[in-house]
């Protein structure tokens, strides 16, 4: 076994941290006063060695970075749909079935449509619904037909309203409950008893906003297991978008489009 030179084992006040390479400590910041010109040498040279793998080491690793960095800043990787608002299509529209109903267990709701005579008193009015307003006509059609065929009717008011507000065209009759809620007519009224004391396994909703009240109630209902007949032209937003998006929903989202069936007016058969 080779003698390890004791030049190669000497300390020097200015290297702070000694190693070990093929038997001699060798220093990070230079070479030990005291060698030979062979172990100065051979000191050099290790130091070279390590500085060359220093440096492929950060090359690579240097490399390896700007490989993966496309796929870590892409703006693919980092978008919302706010960011891709602009991106989206419209999709296609869902059709509209026509559909025949039990009178004797089905229902009629009409949703907030106070507001008509004073828009202070509700949320169909001319200010900021005027599209309730216009729906009006279609939805006395059903209601007239609804009646004629001895359907419970069930009116519900938003806000201040109360049910002289309600549209005079749709005025509710004396036996006819009226409830008051937010946008989900079944909580905090007795809006779920009063269906379920009559049997009611059938619910055509109609109303405004179709975002608010039409939709969560819709929604309430066909998840606690009742059918839905959502005819588009009885309900009724500020903006198409609201009126377009609910149609979607609910044909499409779990829990709720199995128990719906979209439709127009004209096309509910009793």
Request: with cysteine.
């Amino acid at each position: 076994m080779a003698k390890v030179p004791r030049a190669a084992h000497r300390y020097h006040e200015e290297f702070r941290y000694p190693v070990t390479v093929s038997g001699l400590s060798l220093l990070h910041h230079g070479q030990p006063k005291g060698t030979s010109m062979q172990e100065r040498n051979f000191i050099s040279k290790t130091s070279d060695v390590r500085r060359k793998a220093a440096f492929a080491f950060c090359a690579g690793f240097a490399a390896l970075a700007a490989a993966f960095s496309p796929a870590l800043t892409s703006p693919a990787a980092a978008q919302t749909i706010i960011d891709e608002w602009d991106k989206v299509k419209s999709p296609a529209p869902p059709a509209l079935k026509s559909v025949t109903v039990d009178p004797k267990t089905t229902a009629l709701l009409i949703l907030d449509f106070n507001g008509a005579q004073d828009p202070t008193k509700g949320p169909c009015n001319a200010k900021t619904k005027p599209r309730c307003l216009a729906s009006i006509p279609k939805v006395k059609t059903l209601l007239d037909q609804a009646r004629a065929k001895e359907m419970l009717v069930v009116f519900s008011l938003a806000g201040v309203g109360e049910a002289q507000d309600i549209a005079t065209a749709l005025a509710p009759l004396a036996s006819e409950p009226i409830v008051k809620s937010g946008p989900d007519k079944f909580i905090g009224t007795n809006l779920r008893s009063i269906l379920s004391d009559k049997g009611i396994k059938t619910v055509i909703v109609t109303g405004t906003a179709s975002e608010g009240a039409v939709l969560d109630t819709a929604t309430d209902a066909a998840l606690n297991g009742m059918n839905i007949v959502l005819p588009v032209d009885g309900m009724s937003s500020t903006e198409l978008y609201g009126e377009q998006y609910v149609a979607w929903h609910m044909v499409n989202a779990p829990g709720v489009s199995q128990k719906t069936t979209l439709t127009s007016i004209d096309q509910i058969k009793f």
